[in-house]
């Protein structure tokens, strides 16, 4: 980029490094993942700097790069790729009660990757129904199906660990 713009892309992206591995790492909950997801769309954004520096808003469109890359990333062949035999046993969930962020945070990752985006996109960054959409590239009415959808497998997945911690206790 000889007409300075690296500059600018340096700027941006030392600037906005921690608000995209926080998104990151709120879709993944593993922080190596999230800072491998957080590479890839650098990287992306600085292949499509020219294109990407004349978006209307900019964070914007490196936050749809970075959800989208992870919502895309179940689909490339190394996904699929498993390093155990067998599955190992899921970590204890501690009994902190169902408000506890590790039993959420454990659910979430149970929830299929397109519901997990527009759940963190809608209840954590608390952006609009057609704002996620947008950064999905989809319909209004595909946004509140999936976010129905995920709380719906939320709801079923923390009332399966009441249930075990009641049955426990019995």
């Known amino acids: 980029m000889p007409d300075g713009s690296e500059e600018d892309y340096v700027d941006y992206v030392s600037a906005r490094i921690p608000a ?15 800072d ?13 700097w020219r294109r990407a520096r004349a978006a209307d808003n900019l964070d914007a469109y490196v936050r749809t790069m970075l959800v ?21 046993e899921p970590p204890p969930i501690e009994d902190g009660g169902s408000e506890d962020r590790q039993v959420v945070r454990a659910a979430l990752r149970r929830v299929p990757r397109r519901q997990q985006a527009v759940l ?3 209840f954590f960054y608390d952006l609009t129904v057609e704002d ?9 009415g595909t946004v509140k199906s999936q976010t129905s959808r995920g709380l719906a497998t939320l709801r079923r997945l923390l009332g399966e660990r009441d249930l075990a911690a009641f049955s426990a206790a019995k």
């Open 20 to 34: 995209l591995r926080r998104l990151a790492y709120l879709l993944t909950s593993d922080p190596h993942r999230a």
């Open 36 to 48: 491998d997801l957080v590479q890839q769309t650098i990287t992306t954004l600085y292949v499509k």
């Open 68 to 88: 989208r890359t992870y919502v895309d990333e179940k689909r490339l062949a190394w996904a699929r790729v498993r390093l155990f035999r067998e599955m190992p």
């Open 120 to 122: 963190v996109l809608r």
């Open 132 to 140: 996620v959409a947008t950064t999905l590239g989809c319909s209004t």
